[in-house]
DNA sequence: TGATATAATGGAAGCGCTTCCATGCCTTCG
DNA sequence: CGAAGGCATGGAAGCGCTTCCATTATATCA
């Protein structure tokens, strides 16, 4: 390749033994033979191998993440907090995107026994027993971030609680014909956050004494095009809500649409709770649940640096808050 | 660690050698042999390093992406394109957010030189002279994406073409007087695309025989806010635009939000065109040059891919097209 | 049938590190 | 002053592959 090690230890007169303790911080050398070895590498411009140091340390110095859509905002924030934390470590991160159920398993059968990685981070995907059985069998630690699995660390917001939230801030403006625009809760991918967010729905309807009515609630596959279509259906009912929450603010920028559309006001006639607060939804003014994206990520790699130092640890479980944000789309 | 090479070679009763060219599709293997040692390969489960094969192969088989700000929508989108590429290689990705110029500086020093990769892909960041002498001598390729040097193969949009159309499509509507919110033309991190667009701007300007107005040209921090910001000052002029060109569909919606705080109309009062056609800029019905990221990043990364293969071809220049999208916020 | 070309195979060397062990030196202490 | 211990150091072994070369088995031809 270039320069080895074997270079600077005769540039330096020592032994390669020298010359990685002092690459490695070793106290048992010498100030002055430290100095001379310095002096190696700066004039040949050294720089270590890391695959070789790789091969030699058995470790890989690397995680993965594997992310769906990874394009959606959610997933966006998050993957930020997730390359900050890393870059901050030693390790590299390398990037799996999953847009299809054969990639995820393909990248669920490679990437944990590829001998590629020494940890994965596995956001919003929650795997199988068998799985979880075959990472455990090859000794690579895997984390999750929004999603859920018995055996696993994980990082998670209550989702449950935030449907909760949302629905009875509508219900305490008034509203008393409250309709859930979501992703289907059975999904191939197995996604579990639209489905929280309706246990949270139902639960507040029901604390409050407000019947559950089925054709309030529209499923389809994510997007803003879909839950425009699902909102015109909501408002073709006899007895349209009053207020809609959207399992995601993208979702709740189809309910707006469709409420346009119609020439329906907000909040004056429908008012609209989403989820998640991106960027847009400030300039929108829409209200929504926002949850610690950037955070889950840098939580889910340090669960996971901690667990590659210490694989005997028991699993971890963190849950992050949700927090409610009032804005005009359900202004009083 | 598990099962190496030698485990498939014993329980298939071969040499090592011979296991290796089964892995790798050699023809000088007799059929039966090579099936005995598929079947050890399954029975022992055995996956081959990747580590030892990089540092036996010496190539890395990992290339970089080093973006700045990788949530802007126009990042995400490329880092998408790119993802897939690789992943239909045999190559890993890993990725460098960059947010601060030391940041920026830390990855072009370390990333290229560090023997981690066979490649780096740059998106939006345009290197210095002393930057490229330094990778050539390492003998990194290194191919940018939207960003400019000319020793280096690139990937672009015709961003001057683009702001011109823009500018165009505003004047054809007949407006006279057209700011343009951009950017800091001159910034530490040296984008280029506000300022290629500003001279579309000017040149259409120039075309048609309109002044140009520096007062009209305001420029600040990239942002929503920001851009509403500057947009105040705009309409604070004695003489206010009648028209504003945003230099991306983030500060349009600064420039929508300060218009609506005046209570002026869209496009009735003002015009509004974005550039990026991010996601949504179709709801806001925001009226936007559209530029390819995907496949910008799809090319990039062949561009490089390529250059790796052969490192001696000269640089190539791959220029895509830009489209105006007409909607709303510039209607008749 | 024997000589020769060809295909299949085994395994040593080498990729560039870390680490462990052996060696030689210098202290320190009785 | 000699023994014993502690430091600093050199370098072999080993990490798990690929590849090349040598060797053996097989096929081809006169």
Known sequence: MGVTIYDVAKRAGVGIGTVSRVLNGSPHVRE???????????????????????????????????APFFTRPAFVERLRGIEATVAESEYDLIVYNVETTDKRDACFHEVPLGHKVDGVLIISLSPGDEDVARWKEAGVPVVLVDAYHPALSRVVVDDVAGGYMATQHLIELGHRRIAYVSDPLVNPFNFTSSRDRYRGYRRALADYGLPFRPEYHQQGEHGRAQARALTHRLLDLNDPPTAIFAASDTQALGVLEAL????????????????DDIEVAEYLELSTVRQPFFESGTLGVELLLKRIDDPEQPPQHVELPVELVVRRTTAG
Chains 1, 2 share one sequence.
């Open 32 to 66: 002055e033979t430290r100095r001379r070895v310095l002096a190696a590498i700066e004039e040949l411009n050294y720089r270590p191998s890391p695959i070789a140091q790789r091969l030699s340390l058995r470790k890989t110095l690397t995680i993965a993440v594997i």
């Open 260 to 275: 346009r559309e119609r020439g329906l006001r907000t909040p004056e006639d429908v008012a609209v709770i989403g989820y």
